[in-house]
């Protein structure tokens, strides 16, 4: 680039009689102008050339450079997030996991507790049960002997006067009531 820039720097020197234009036609397309021509297209375009290479590439390379620290630091804070964002799922799905083992744990506790309540009441209630059976038994046999001495008496004394009324004869109380107590006796001993 030197060379090239040393060069026609040199065959613009010789040519200066002719850069300054010329009376006739358009100079653009007359060969003398040409010199003169080649060395303004060559200093404009090289001073465009140092313009844009020290003044606006140098903006335009930061600008992109910032840019691309910018998306960067974005993806960098967004890759943070997201691992942040995980890491509170998995804490999340740690908190309702223990949950759902506390509250199966506290359930089947209860169950047990329930079932061992339950079999307790149970169990007295059937003891309950079993003593208040005990005591209707009880009541019951001291009813039947009690009941039967009374239907004892009562067998007799019908007996003597259904005798009574069939014979027209009084009957003696006392063989009636020892006949009627023989017979009570066969049945209690057949029923026990």
Excluded: H
Excluded at 2 to 15: A, D, G, N, R
Excluded at 21 to 33: E, H, I, K, R, Y
Excluded at 41 to 69: C, D, Q
Aim: positive net charge; charged residues 30%.
């Amino acid at each position: 680039m030197k060379k090239l820039c040393f060069f026609l720097s040199i065959f613009l020197l010789t040519q200066t009689g002719q850069t300054f234009g010329s009376d006739a036609g358009m100079p653009q397309l007359n060969p003398t102008f040409w010199a003169a021509q080649i060395f303004w297209l060559v200093l404009i375009f090289s001073a465009l050339y140092l313009i844009i290479w020290k003044i606006f590439l140098p903006r335009i390379t930061f600008s992109i450079e910032n840019r691309k620290s910018k998306i960067v630091n974005d993806l960098n804070e967004a890759e943070k997030l997201k691992e942040s964002a995980e890491k509170k799922l998995k804490e999340y799905n740690k908190i309702i996991e223990d949950s759902q083992k506390n509250a199966k744990k506290i359930i089947e506790e209860s169950k047990k507790k329930l079932d061992s309540d339950i079999n307790e009441k149970k169990n007295k209630f059937n003891e309950e049960m079993e003593k208040e059976l005990l005591v209707i038994e009880k009541e019951i046999k001291t009813l039947k002997k009690s009941s039967i001495s009374s239907v004892g008496k009562i067998a007799s004394d019908i007996s003597g006067e259904i005798v009574k009324q069939i014979v027209n004869t009084e009957v003696n109380k006392s063989n009636v009531d020892a006949i009627v107590n023989d017979i009570i006796k066969r049945r209690q001993s057949k029923l026990i």
